[in-house]
């Protein structure tokens, strides 16, 4: 099965503590993107990789961090300068060729941190 | 202002009855809009996207794009329970970079 996994589902943290989030894809997509989902508002990109050993800065970047080693996968780190981490994250990829209106998402990973 | 506007809700509607959903913008560079569905606890699926002005239809699904007004709209006819969803709408604003509605959560009666 083709598709996105992201794991784990729920990840529980203490305040102060990095969290590494895991994002990987079998569907051969160049591009990849994290976002973060709060109650009542849209998806906010933190960051975006186009290409392998190449990414961007989205929107809240400030507080993450990320790479992209091979093409198959791209972990989002959240660092304790984050100030406020607890959020609904999804990873997302998509086709090259400019196709980013078709964003393919794992089941996303929820951080609480206390 | 936000670039994307869109109504929370919820809306809630019987089962059968026709759905409108809709999103306003602010930024005329816009150039695809989309339609994503996401249902409780998972990540967004994308329904329907289109490029330009008109209507775009996919079994019970239209998208409508009105672009001399700034406003898209999704329409569901025939509402099923399985519908009740949270639907986002999406707009891109460059190649790699999309910008997100907050979402309205559909809930359908049976």
Known sequence: ?114 | QKEVEQDPGPLSVPEGAIVSLNCTYSNSAFQYFMWYRQYSRKGPELLMYTYSSGNKEDGRFTAQVDKSSKYISLFIRDSQPSDSATYLCAMRKSNYQLIWGAGTKLIIKP
């Not at chain 1, 990109?45 to 961090?65: H, M, P, R, T």
């Open chain 1, 1 to 114: 099965d083709g598709g996105i996994t992201q794991s784990p589902k729920y990840l529980f943290r203490k305040e102060g503590q990095n969290v590494t989030l895991s994002c990987e894809q079998n569907l051969n997509h160049d591009a990849m993107y994290w976002y973060r989902q709060d109650p009542g508002q849209g998806l906010r990109l933190i960051y975006y990789s186009q290409i392998v050993n190449d990414f961007q800065k989205g929107d809240i970047a400030e507080g993450y961090s990320v790479s992209r080693e091979k093409k198959e996968s791209f972990p989002l780190t959240v660092t304790s300068a984050q100030k406020n981490p607890t959020a609904f994250y999804l990873c997302a990829s998509s086709p090259g060729g400019g196709r980013s209106y078709e964003q393919y998402f794992g089941p996303g990973t929820r951080l609480t941190v206390t």
